[in-house]
């Protein structure tokens, strides 16, 4: 379905917390073919940022808007009942996690996924912080830590 495609491809490419993505509303996002911005105006501690928006997101909501653009409401994510929840979103997440075969895809999994990411390409963790919201670079270190494949990379670099 193009909105649960729309929820991941949100998730995994802007690192938003589950509460920031039920809060979106249509004039918060804007884009072009090359470009584009999410504002979060409802980040934890009502603290406002701005997240740049790379092209497999702008392509993920552009698929969006065309659905949504039919009843043109000014939440960004509804549900057939409405405006969606934080709850429905999890649901959403624990469905394509099924289907994918992937244990306990969460909004969560998905923040930490991209925060991992960003740090694994080598973007720096004052960014990192930034784009998560956060104002503490500690509270960042918890996204950053390494897995056990991380771990045996690096000890595979002894191999030469």
């Known amino acids: 379905m193009i909105r649960d495609y729309w929820i991941l491809g949100v998730l995994l490419n802007t690192g938003l917390r589950v509460s920031e993505l039920v809060a979106l509303e249509i004039e918060d996002i804007t884009f072009s073919e090359r470009k584009g911005e999410l504002r979060v105006r409802a980040g934890k501690g009502t603290k406002e ?13 552009k698929a969006w808007y065309l659905v949504r653009l039919i009843n043109k409401p000014s939440k960004v994510f509804t549900t057939q009942r409405g405006y969606a929840t934080t709850r429905a979103v999890q649901t959403v997440l624990e469905s394509i996690g099924e289907s994918a075969h992937v244990e306990n895809l969460t909004p969560h999994v998905a923040r930490h996924t991209f925060a991992k990411n960003l740090i694994n390409t080598g973007v720096s963790l004052e960014k990192v912080a930034m784009l998560l919201g956060h104002s503490s670079l500690d509270t960042t270190m918890v996204y950053t830590t390494p897995g056990m494949s991380d771990l045996d990379k690096a000890v595979r670099t002894l191999d030469g």
């Not at 940022?49 to 909501?61: D, G, M, Y």
């Open 49 to 61: 940022r701005t997240i740049p928006l790379n092209e497999s997101c702008r392509k993920a909501i």
